[in-house]
């Protein structure tokens, strides 16, 4: 069965650092695989998703990467901010439907 | 505006009673999935559908029942046989096409009282 991984637990960096945020997942034949945000109290917010046949995807200041063979995604977060602050989880489908989720890093920078 | 919503925000039950939890979408999006979400557990899926009037069990389904009798509804109840039901909902939808990507609502909070 599919299980994903997500390390570190946390993270506290100052405001400017550029941070590496790692998922791992236990099969390879993965259809995609997605990274989002979660604000304290709030719903998940989709930030990039990844198809299997792509290595990475850029949206600002995020850039996730995917390495199949090795079952790893990185997100990667360039010049952090105070409002960067939040969980963030990435996921893989199971049977190319619903999601199977880490547990998430949560990220904190300070100004 | 296109999205997914739930309501209530925030709901309280009392032991032994049902509560529905409500979610609706106008993306027309096929399938729709509730998943809870405790502390330091991650989210789990409780029922997905792919099609209206059918639906599948998740990994965590007992105490919980769904229905699907219109494709933007997807409404989630806590009944009584949910031993600890204290956690925050979450529905979920997407197309069974294409890039497969999920679109979250801003969830229910349920706590028993």
């Known amino acids: 069965k599919q299980e994903v991984t997500q390390i570190p637990a946390a993270l506290s960096v100052p405001e400017g650092e550029n941070l590496v945020l790692n998922c791992s997942f236990t099969?390879?034949?993965?259809?995609?695989l997605q990274w989002f945000r979660q604000d304290p109290g709030k719903g998940l917010t989709s930030l990039l998703l990844i198809q299997s046949s792509q290595r990475e995807q850029t949206s600002g200041r995020l850039n996730a990467s995917l390495d199949k063979s090795s079952g790893r995604s990185t997100l990667y977060i360039a010049a952090s901010q105070p409002g960067d602050s939040a969980t963030y989880l990435c996921a893989v489908p199971q049977a190319g439907t619903a999601l199977i989720f880490g547990k998430g890093t949560t990220l904190s920078v300070s100004s | 505006d296109g999205g997914i919503t739930q309501s209530p925000k925030y709901l309280f039950r009392k032991e032994g009673q049902n509560v529905t939890l409500s979610c609706e979408q106008n993306l027309n999006h096929d399938a729709m999935y509730w998943y809870r979400q405790d502390p330091g557990q991650g989210l789990r899926l409780i029922y997905y559908?792919?099609?209206?009037?059918?639906?599948q069990k998740g990994d965590i389904a007992e105490g919980y029942s769904v229905s699907r009798e219109k494709k933007e509804s997807f409404p989630l109840t806590v009944t009584s046989a949910q031993k600890n039901p204290t956690a925050f909902y979450l529905c979920?939808?997407?197309?069974?096409?294409?890039?497969?990507?999920?679109?979250f609502g801003p969830g229910t909070r349920l706590t028993v009282l």
């Open positions: 979920a939808s997407s197309f069974l096409s294409g890039r497969y990507e999920q679109f």
């Open positions: 559908s792919q099609i209206v009037n059918d639906f």
């Open positions: 099969d390879s034949a993965i259809y995609n």
